[in-house]
């Protein structure tokens, strides 16, 4: 027996949330793994039905929004949309067949129409939504690895730069696998030189696997030793040792990555071959460069920024085609920009230069799309901005940053279950979530009107980090919109302390007119206008 449920505004947010913990594990089985255009379909017509959007669910729309195809685009001349959607239907009817037989939530893709049917299965845990959310974030279907932080058996501490990179090249290289789950940098970082058993960190981090290693720099040599755990037995079942010129570094990190997802029996598929080797550059010196900016990058200071900003440039000098160098220059130029930590407005014009640059010398650099679409974002350009956030997941499905992104990108139009569906994803890939995922997480509470749940994940992005602004500022906005005037006062006094006492001159970029104006009226009610 089935449930139906009306489509869908109606849906209560529980049942929504499992809607979108079921639809990531279809995107996460064997069957839609491989296969970029199909995953990106079924999310798309998903995620507009949850919304009640079913007016957005048509050919042409989808052409042009799923399918890349240009504004001349005619459903009548070209049957990829009615062609895609055949396949769809047959790949949910083998799901629901096979491995989703006990899904929790059905997902049915009716002929005639391209708004999906969304139906529960009556059972005895379907009265416990919340036991059917947490079941359906459960990745039992396919292997899950955190890499941890690479150990500096070096004497010198001032190698952690290079060794801390390592790390992050070797969780980029993983996290193009789709038959992969492998957890972000920002939450592995969590570990470095932590004292907890493998059991702890792989229970806390929601994974089977951990790879641990150490980095020895000598020279132009570099040695590094890397080894597999298996979590539940606490055994090694893979380990190797490399001793290789610093040139070689890359082709290290991709035989690393292959052996890794050998020992694991995760095939490549034809589309990721082509993924690797695009970060990549033949003068060392310059990815030496790279890796010390990223690291002044993480600081997130006006001092350190500018150091990433130099380190980035000098990279880029050395070799003026280093896609990986013009992303993160284009990063770090738009968060100076973003934060006002600079006086220069070409700023976030140079970031676009430079994200450009990068996707155009890597066309499959996920990083450089991700980036392109955060610059394009806050120069108000919100198709650009989705369209190339959407590249940059569908080229790196493990990337919580490029999910991040697109939630961003999502939510200032006002798509706001879609954004919680990406932020949600980011979330689960970096289990200890920063700052900047809670006040995305609040935006799209905001964007939904849930404001309670809006401000509960700005609170616990100051509780993370107090001196991370927008946290504070929106805790500011949301006590002045639901007439809390003294609690908005004092936290308007923590966030302007945060800025050296002035008022901020510039707020997030929503592109949606109702969103806007509800912003400018939060600002006012918080008498928080910049100065004319």
């Not at 190797?240 to 890359?250: I, S, V």
């Amino acid at each position: 027996m089935e449930q139906t449920d009306q489509l869908v505004p109606e849906l209560m947010e529980s049942r929504k949330s499992a809607v979108r913990g079921c639809l990531e594990k279809i995107l996460l089985s064997p069957l839609f793994a491989s296969s970029l255009r199909q995953k990106r379909f079924l999310q798309y017509v998903v995620i507009h039905s949850l919304e009640g959007n079913a007016s957005r669910l048509k050919g042409y729309t989808i052409g042009v929004e799923v399918f890349d195809r240009g504004a001349d685009f005619d459903p009548n001349l070209d049957a990829i949309v009615r062609v895609e959607a055949a396949r769809l239907r047959n790949k949910l009817r083998e799901y629901y067949e096979n491995e989703g037989r006990t899904d929790p939530i059905l997902l049915d893709f009716p002929k005639g129409s391209y708004a999906v049917r969304i139906s529960a299965r009556e059972s005895p845990a379907d009265s416990d939504n919340s036991a059917s959310i947490e079941k359906s974030r459960h990745f039992d279907s396919q292997p899950s690895l955190a890499v941890l932080p690479f150990v500096n058996i070096n004497a010198d501490p001032e190698q952690d730069y290079f060794v801390d990179g390592i790390t992050d090249s070797l969780i980029s290289e993983l996290s193009k696998l789709s038959g992969l789950f492998i957890i972000s940098r920002q939450s592995s970082s969590v570990y470095k030189r932590s004292e907890k058993r493998i059991s702890e960190i792989a229970a806390e981090l929601g994974v089977s696997y951990l790879l641990e290693g150490g980095v020895q720099r000598l020279g132009n040599r570099v040695r590094i030793t890397a080894q597999l755990i298996d979590a539940a037995t606490d055994s090694h079942i893979w380990a190797e040792r490399y001793d290789r010129e610093l040139k070689d570094l890359f082709d290290l990190q991709d035989e690393v990555a292959h052996q890794i997802a050998g020992t694991l029996q995760v095939r490549l598929t034809p589309e990721e071959t082509k993924l690797y080797g695009h970060e990549r550059t033949s003068n060392f010196a310059a990815h030496d460069a790279l890796l010390r900016g990223m690291e002044r990058h993480w600081k997130y200071t006006p001092l350190s920024s500018n150091d990433a900003v130099a380190y980035f440039s000098r990279a880029l000098q050395l070799d003026p085609d280093y896609a990986a160098a013009h992303a993160w220059l284009a990063r770090t130029l738009a968060f100076q920009w973003i934060m006002r930590l600079t006086d220069d407005e070409r700023a976030l014009e140079e970031a676009l230069i430079h994200a450009r640059r990068a996707v155009e010398l890597e066309p499959n650099l996920s990083y450089a799309h991700s980036v392109l679409g955060w610059v394009q974002l806050w120069r108000r350009q919100g198709e650009e901005a989705i369209a190339a956030c959407w590249r940059g997941v569908a080229l790196d499905p493990n990337s919580a940053e490029a999910h991040l992104f697109l939630s961003n990108a999502l939510m200032a139009v006002g798509r706001g279950e879609e954004a919680m569906f990406c932020i949600e994803k980011a979330m689960r890939l970096s289990p200890h979530p920063s700052p900047f995922h809670q006040v995305t997480l609040g935006q799209c509470y905001l964007v939904l009107g849930e404001y309670d749940l809006a401000e509960a994940a700005w609170k616990r992005g100051a509780a993370l980090n107090e001196t991370f602004m927008p946290n504070q500022l929106y805790l500011c906005l949301i006590s002045a919109y639901l007439g809390r005037k003294e609690e908005s006062l004092a936290r308007r006094d923590v966030a302007l302390s945060l800025l050296g006492g002035n008022k901020p001159s510039i707020f997030y970029p929503w592109l949606d007119k109702r969103l806007e104006a509800m912003h400018l009226e939060m600002v006012q009610l918080a008498c928080l206008l910049p100065p004319e």
